[in-house]
């Protein structure tokens, strides 16, 4: 997806980093870590994000951050805006749609501009992610903007083009993520600098964004976005915490998937869809009445980015249903599996943002889905 507007820009990553005027911080995508591991013949259990953090310090990256944290970011602005969305949405209204997969929004733009409005506004987890970056930990680290080169390890190669977009770029110019490397170029990068991975430590990613829950690593499969966002929502209206199993429906590879729940006494019924031709025939069903949602989560690569279009390749292999049950097995080990209970997110509306929504939320990590900007 996007592959024809794709740039390779490792010549100018490296340039960043051996730039001493400026600080280079790296994201992890969440589906890198299922994947990253092929190319060098690692095991899953082998091929950690905390191996590859050590591995990105020696190859000169300041700090190495984690795409989960602000996946939970995602979240918390997400399940805030479907809640206001359910309060005026009638029973024959479309739903609100997911926005964190280019792929599908490029779709979106070019085959169904009539539903743009329907849309989430919140940016995705690496749009958020350079925003956050670029304004408050930039200026608790006394860095302006053009002091930070933001680069992204996505499992991606739309996410170059949804990095380049004009409403992506700050009011000052610089963007939000300067450079999207996908996972077979940071790969290509490793080996072009002789690294056996097994030869390197774990360590921990860097403070404040390195820290991530469950919620946050699952975003890389079919189902993930919808499953966090589920768990969140159900705090936001019950304050309490979710049985974190609650919404498991959502997982699997199958193209299509329900969950049937009810939030503040009101059912909702929200649906997964990975594939652009399931996409295709779900909005096609939803627009002549033959099926219902209240919200949708849509991934264009079938079984969500664990599959997406810049990971390893075998050829005739999907991989997709091999690498997500990695992301669910983190979720499982870790002990805060929803995206509120995040100590890093509670610090960034403690300290910036305030809270889900507000007007620097807004400004900073929602944007408008324009027809003519693809
Ligand atoms: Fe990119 Fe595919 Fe993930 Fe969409 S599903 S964000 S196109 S890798």
Redesign the pocket.
Known sequence: ??ALTARDDIDKVQQAIADPNVTTVVQIAP?IRTAYGEAFGLKPEEATVQRLATILHHMGFDYVFDTSFSADLTIMEESSEFLEFMKTKKPNDMPLFTS?????VRFAKSEYPELLGQLSTSK?PQQMFGAVTKTWWAKNHDLTPEQVVSVSI??????KS?AAMPSMTRTDGTPDVDYVLTTREMNRMMKSEFIEPLNFPESQLDDPLGIATGAGMIF?S?GGVMEAALRTGYYFVNHEKPDADTFKAARGEDGLKEVNTELNGVPVHALVV?GLGNTRRLIEDLKAGRRHADFVEV???P?????????PIHDGCEMAGYRAPTLYKLDRQTKLRCSYENPSIKTVYKEYLTAPLSPLAEELLHTEHVASER
């Open positions: 997806v996007g589906a964190c997969c280019p792929g599908w995705s996505m499992p991606c190669v739309a996410k949804e890389g079919t990975s991934m264009a690569c079984g969500g980015c664990v599959g997406g279009g810049g990971q």
